[in-house]
């Protein structure tokens, strides 16, 4: 970590996965009240990002921004910018590399083929599987759309957050709707896989409670046998 006048620059670790996402949001969310007017992750010696990482990077953005800070992203690797294309999420924040600088084009909610969702029985279980980003308004739409259409074909469904990057608090409350009418026709909604920073969302609005999570899919199998 360093700083230069009004700015802060991160070193992100060189695996930003699971077992480092912890940390950084620690170490990023002090800047959010802090005297800084830009924070500047260097991504140069990060080599992995995965799901819990990209979480992270969509968090402090709407963290940041929401502070009118300006957040960018410095020198990503080809592999870890090619990701960022392939979730959406580049479209975000304004990316420095060594060819130049690529500004931010879009929104959080403007981000509307951010999120895909695969469906598939398995026994009287409909899974389904969300990869990207659950953003709001049209990550909710879509998703929505996807989870009627699983309770008419099951009571039980499991919905797998394994390759989920970022799930919107103010996506919530579809969660908690489908919850309550597969509740009130028998059924029961779980879900599995979720990230560090997805948790932390549910959990600090409770909905842990309403819904229960595991930490993967057969041990949500499991416990319905």
Not at 63 to 83: G, H, M, V, W
Not at 131 to 136: E, I, K, T
């Amino acid at each position: 970590m360093s700083n230069t006048g009004n700015t802060f620059i991160f070193k992100v670790p060189q695996q930003f996965g699971a077992a480092t996402s912890a940390q950084v949001i620690m170490d990023l969310q002090s800047m959010v009240n802090s005297d800084y007017t830009c924070i500047v992750l260097d991504l140069s010696d990060t080599v992995m990002i995965d799901s819990s990482g990209i979480g992270v990077l969509v968090f402090m953005y709407k963290e940041l921004t929401a502070n009118s800070k300006a957040f960018i992203l410095k020198k990503p690797q080809r592999d870890i910018y090619n990701l960022l294309i392939e979730t959406g999420i580049d479209r975000l924040f304004e990316i420095e590399m060594s060819s130049g600088t690529k500004k931010a084009e879009a929104e959080l909610g403007e981000l509307d083929t951010a999120l895909s969702v695969t469906e598939e029985m398995v026994g009287d279980v409909c899974v389904l599987s969300l990869s990207g980003v659950m953003n709001y308004p049209a990550g909710s739409m879509y998703f929505k759309k996807n989870m009627f259409l699983a309770i008419s074909e099951s009571k039980r469904i499991l919905l797998d957050f394994s390759q989920l990057a970022f799930f919107d608090s103010l996506s919530v409350g579809s969660i908690l709707r489908l919850s309550r009418l597969l509740a009130d026709n028998g059924g029961e909604l779980r879900i599995a896989g979720a990230n560090h920073v997805i948790r932390n969302v549910f959990e600090s609005l409770g909905i842990d409670s309403v819904v229960p999570f595991y930490d993967t899919r057969e041990s949500a199998f499991a416990d319905w046998e």
